[in-house]
């Protein structure tokens, strides 16, 4: 599985190799940096999602966010009102934050949040949520003013940040880890090309079997993993070297 094609898979796969060899947040923080800017990003964060008596500053994980803006974030309780968030609630799939809608006549506050984050050059950005199956929720944003969101960069950007999620979750509470149960080598193979970008129909139509093969292979794959969806069981994959990369 190599060549032109799978470029932007072979960055994500790069970048999983960096963070095998960090052991600690700080290490992962300044590894996203680096391979986030990139794809244009200039700020970021990783959170869990706050409760109705949380604030936002008791689930922060890591954060590269512009100075004064978080504190300004937490003081105005922007947690309640902010559009992303609420889309990271409903939502098991990335999407860029232009998607999160709101009504601008009907929830000023939703569009101060947008407005302010935009004076501190957070114009543009791109979102991960995280579901766990035990009711955790997070995510991680990221924003810029010169974005490279395209088909090909973003399976690559999901990949990217569902891994460092896990190796920051792993560094800080190692006690949570756990191989599960042990995949096939199909389901290997099918989250292989997983890795790669491909979809189910893709990987159907390159190995001559049905697309719903090859998503029974994967939805049993998560299943051990422990994961929510294909990407999650790719990173877990590769967090317990059951896939080569």
């Avoid at 994980?61 to 947690?79: A, N, R, T």
């Amino acid at each position: 599985m190599g060549g032109e094609s799978f470029s932007y898979a072979n960055e994500a796969f790069a970048f999983v190799e960096r963070l095998d060899h960090l052991t600690s947040p700080s290490a992962i923080l300044d590894a996203m940096e680096v391979s986030l800017s990139r794809f244009g990003f200039q700020n970021f964060i990783v959170a869990g999602l706050p409760g109705p008596r949380e604030r936002v500053d008791q689930v922060v994980l890591l954060k590269k966010w512009p100075p004064g803006w978080f504190d300004l974030y937490i003081s105005e309780d922007f947690v309640r009102d902010d559009p992303i968030i609420r889309r990271c609630r409903n939502s098991v799939q990335p999407f860029a934050w232009i998607e999160a809608p709101f009504d601008r006549e009907k929830e000023p506050r939703c569009l101060e949040v947008m407005n302010r984050a935009s004076d501190f050059g957070m114009t543009h950005g791109f979102c991960l949520p995280i579901h766990g199956i035990n009711g955790y929720e997070a995510c991680i944003s990221m924003s810029g003013t010169d974005l490279d969101l395209t088909a090909k960069t973003k399976p690559a950007l999901h990949l990217m940040s569902v891994y460092a999620f896990e190796r920051i979750r792993a560094q800080m509470s190692p006690e949570r880890q756990s191989a599960g149960k042990p995949l096939t080598a199909r389901e290997r193979e099918m989250l292989a090309w997983a890795a790669a970008g491909k979809s189910a129909a893709d990987t159907g139509d390159i190995l001559g079997i049905t697309e719903r093969t090859v998503t029974a292979h994967i939805v049993s794959a998560c299943h051990k993993l422990e994961a929510t969806n294909k990407t999650q069981a790719v990173a877990r994959a590769l967090q317990y070297r059951l896939l080569n990369i």
